[in-house]
């Protein structure tokens, strides 16, 4: 089992930056691939971008390409999700997932993924 806690949440205008972490606990982190989704009001989940047990395979959506940045520190088992140049239809509660498999297939599929954090909310004006 493998328990996440999203921070980092909050409010910025366009153009800013936020920058959220995963803190995880339970088994151990390093062995598995991590993903990053989001959830507007009224809107399916989707997602955001991904990055393999070794950080080495990393894939991101079409939309947030260029301004975010997925990275992870296994020592610390603390994923994060660095993000730039923020646009109002970026605002969503933002998850974080961990998938049984260090580096998933597709990872871009919601069903890749076992464990999941509560979320943080993430709200851009223009």
């Known amino acids: 089992q493998v328990q996440l806690v999203e921070s980092g949440g909050g409010s910025v205008q366009a153009g800013g930056s936020l920058r959220l972490s995963c803190a995880a606990s339970?088994?151990?982190?390093?062995?598995?691939?991590m993903g990053w989704f989001r959830q507007a009001p009224g809107k399916e989940r989707e997602f955001v971008a991904s990055?393999?047990?070794?950080?080495?395979?990393?894939v991101y959506a079409d939309y947030v390409k260029g301004r975010f940045t997925i990275s992870r520190d296994n020592a610390k088992n603390t994923g994060y999700l660095q993000m730039n140049s923020l646009k109002p239809e970026d605002t969503a509660v933002y998850y974080c997932?961990?998938?049984?498999?260090?580096?998933?297939?597709?990872?871009?599929?919601?069903?890749?993924?076992?464990?999941w954090g509560q979320g943080t909310q993430v709200t851009v004006s223009s």
């Open positions: 997932a961990a998938s049984r498999w260090p580096t998933p297939e597709s990872p871009q599929f919601v069903y890749k993924y076992n464990y």
């Open positions: 990055i393999n047990w070794t950080g080495g395979s990393i």
């Open positions: 339970g088994r151990t982190f390093s062995s598995h691939g």
